[in-house]
């Protein structure tokens, strides 16, 4: 078991760049979690991203699932307040300063730029996704069906998330 100060180290950094979205951090959390540390195997990576969808803030969720897998209740605690520490100070001066912030040209150019680089990293976390669990035909038919609903029907995400389980859950 690992120390509670490893889990908030690595999910203090986890949280410096989880500003923005966490669907970005899909690949890090996947090294870190199932391949460096070995907190989690790939198949409860996987179940755990996809429960968590079920839940508000779907990444922090997975860290908390995570922290306690790694460390027991404390380090359930201990990832969950540490991945939002950095967004919350960052928060703050943000908040604080935003009239002023959003008048000056540079940061205004830097978030223009980082915007590609943000959907090519959640196009590069579809694609790890899609290769570790889209393993057969059953699962791409899941997948197109889920997809076709979601997005020319005014069904909820959570809907579509809870009957592709169901229907993974039957067939299985």
């Known amino acids: 078991m690992p120390a509670l100060f490893t889990i908030a180290w690595i999910y203090f950094r986890i949280g410096l760049i989880f500003v923005g979205g966490g669907y970005v951090l899909i690949p890090l959390l996947n090294h870190i979690m199932v391949e460096q540390y070995k907190w989690l195997t ?3 990576f996987l179940d755990g991203l996809a429960l968590s969808q079920l839940t508000p803030g779907p990444l922090a969720m997975l860290a908390t699932f995570t922290g306690f897998r790694a460390g027991g209740f404390a380090g359930a605690l201990v990832a969950t307040v540490f991945i939002f520490i950095p967004c919350v100070v960052f928060m ?10 959003k008048k000056i040209d540079l940061i205004n150019s830097t978030l223009d730029g980082l915007l590609p680089a943000v959907v090519g990293l959640v196009a ?36 579509v998330i809870l009957g592709a389980g169901v229907v993974g859950l039957l067939i299985s």
Request: zero cysteines; hydrophobic letters at 55%; aromatic letters at 12%.
């Open 92 to 101: 703050l001066i943000v908040g604080r300063n935003y009239e002023r912030l």
């Open 42 to 44: 790939l198949q409860q």
């Open 124 to 159: 590069a976390a579809a694609w790890n996704l899609g290769v570790a669990s889209l393993s057969g035909v059953k699962e791409f038919l899941i997948l197109a069906v889920g997809f076709v609903i979601f997005k020319w029907t005014k069904v909820s995400p959570m809907i």
